[in-house]
């Protein structure tokens, strides 16, 4: 166990809709990734988080947004769900900004657009 | 750009055969980290191994063994006397250093299953 927590585990949105998903790190990590996987592929780089400041974003549109609070857990959002949001959604939790630290994965929050 | 390869979609064997997982990687970066990690049916992935670049040394933990090789820019894993737990899918994966963040780069995974 990573202590890295994801809420909720399951999701099933409709097209259009908006989604909040949350992600508590591990104690003594300041850093919070996001990575989409769809189905049968490796996790994508959505953004990262440091210090309530977005550091980092890989190809994602702006309707995919994030917070990071004082404690270091995070949330994203996604804006206009697409079918093609369909995917896991993976928290990873860092000890240092850079990711020069092993990043370590939460379980993750399984999301369906209908 | 950087890119990770796992050639290998699905590997199946039979319960204490070895069987060793492929990796490439391309980069144009001379710093960088390699990962390997396992997710099973749960989702969670759960991480293996980290090696930096700088060192090409090789690695064994229990029935798992690590071969670095920069010339031909392969990272591969080797699981001896497979067991049932092992059944899961692996990913390799890059993250590029001197940035201001880490962003992991990830292959496309390898089903391993291993059968009693």
């Known amino acids: 166990e990573t202590g890295v927590t994801q809420s909720p585990t399951h999701l099933i949105k409709t097209r259009g809709q908006q989604v909040t998903l949350r992600c508590s790190s591990q104690s003594g990590h300041n850093t919070v990734s996001w990575y989409q996987q769809a189905l049968g592929q490796g996790p994508q780089f959505i953004f990262q988080y440091y210090r309530e400041e977005e550091n980092g974003r890989g190809n994602f549109p702006p309707r995919f947004s994030g917070l990071q609070f004082p404690n270091y857990s995070s949330e994203l959002n996604v804006n206009a769900l697409e079918l093609d949001d369909s995917a896991l959604y993976l928290c990873?939790?860092?000890?240092?900004?850079?990711?020069?630290?092993?990043?370590?994965f939460g379980p993750g929050t399984r999301l369906l657009v209908l | 750009a950087q890119k990770v390869t796992q050639a290998q979609t699905e590997i199946s064997v039979v319960e204490k055969e070895d069987v060793t997982l492929d990796c490439v990687y391309e980069t144009r970066d001379t710093t960088y980290y390699l990962f390997w990690y396992k997710q099973p049916p749960s989702g969670e992935l759960v991480f293996l191994i980290r090696r930096n670049s700088f060192d090409e040394q090789n690695e064994i933990s229990g029935r798992y063994s690590w071969n670095f090789q920069k010339s031909t820019s392969s990272f591969n894993f080797t699981i001896t006397a497979s067991q049932v737990v092992d059944s899961a899918v692996y990913f390799c994966a890059l993250l590029k250093l001197g940035t201001s963040y880490g962003k992991l780069t990830f292959g496309q995974g390898t089903i391993l299953t291993v059968h009693p």
């Open positions: 990873a939790s860092s000890h240092s900004l850079a990711g020069r630290e092993t990043q370590y």
